[in-house]
């Protein structure tokens, strides 16, 4: 039994799309390029023709629809209600039977990371920590050391301050029990963000909740599965379902790529545990004895994809970080398009990454915030990435890190 909630596609499915070209001017890379190809509308005549064994497999194909950034903005503009998101993944699917599937070097890289033991995750992370520190990564990159490798992307995207969690199974709450969750870490933000994770451990704590943290779990299967790989997706998924099959709990996850995906597990009543941190924090009634320090300052709120397009929750980060007295709270120009950091797509599409991450970059230049604010460890990393070499760049920060801060003990 498949453990990702994927009903097999039909020809009703493929044929749902009227060519009415509604979804062309909110597509991001047809916005970039004008080309019919890079636009949702002609890849779904590039998948039909592949799912009906019309087109055979070709790297020409395979170009087109890498391209696309999966995130699935054309399916809310869409009247006839295609489901575009499983229609690309069921494509890519068939891509990969056919070795079709681009990526390199970078691509394999963060393939094995991300399914390795948590062990290996943090011993790579220490030694990039520790090569970073020393200077060996910028000598790579100035000598091309790294472009001759392939990893170039891998590079680009690797954060200024790698930060691993090495989780404890139990963290109990500060002063009176008042609940109990489990927490998915996730395989980047476990071996690279490690301060959000320490964050949402740390606030829980505060508010009265017990954090339990399966030894066992694995990546949520993303990744694999959206680059279509959907065997190894389902291993994944069948490991994290074991992991978390104990008390009935609030399962809560602090990167909306991961919580998306969970969210489509296929297992009875496992999605409806899934919560994103600040969907829960925005939820339950907070204790009166925990109130929220001031912070003067602008936040402008980057809503990633996934929690716009696929969860349809990203007033909560909003309405989360309104607790906080002094805070101006605020979207990102141009919220509505994606920024270039979705999954494996800024190491196997780097240019078109980072044009739609300039965009952004662009936009933000000319506000005064003092914050970025993203729930997605992927869109952090690609647009830290972007202001590395920007003075008096505004700080990038999970909003959990900000209540973290702000909550008074």
Known sequence: MTKISTAAVT???????????????VCPTYRVTRNENASPRGRL?????????ELAPSPEIAGHLSLCLQCRRCEAACPAG?????LIDASNQELRRAGMVPGGSSVRLLRWLVKSPGRNRRLLAQTLRLTRRVGLIRLARILGISRAMGLDSVVDELPQDISVFRAKPFYPATGIQLGEVALFTGCVN????????????????????????????????????????????EQLATRNLEAFSGPDMPIINVATGCGAHLSEY????FAERVLDINVFLDSIDWPDDRPLSPLPGTALVQDPCSMRNVLHQ??????LLGRIP???????????TCCGGAGTYPLREPEMATTLRNAKIASIQNDTANYIVSSNIGCALHIAAGFRCEKNSPEIVHPIVLI??????
Do not use: M
């Open 266 to 269: 296929a297992e009875a009543g």
């Open 314 to 319: 990203e007033k909560s980060v909003y309405r």
């Open 190 to 233: 476990s071996a690279f963000d490690g301060d959000t994770l320490r964050a949402t451990v740390s606030v829980l704590n505060k508010l009265g909740y017990d954090v339990n943290v399966p030894a066992t779990q694995q990546c949520c299967g993303a990744l694999f599965y959206h680059d279509g790989d959907s065997a190894t997706a």
């Open 45 to 53: 005549a590039l998948i039909r023709g592949l799912l009906k064994d």
């Open 11 to 25: 020809s009703a499915d493929l044929d749902r799309c009227v060519a009415c070209g509604l979804c062309l001017p």
């Open 404 to 409: 973290d801060r702000q909550l008074e003990t």
């Open 326 to 336: 002094g805070l101006v709270v605020q979207p990102l120009p141009n919220n509505d």
């Open 82 to 86: 295609v489901e575009y998101g499983r």
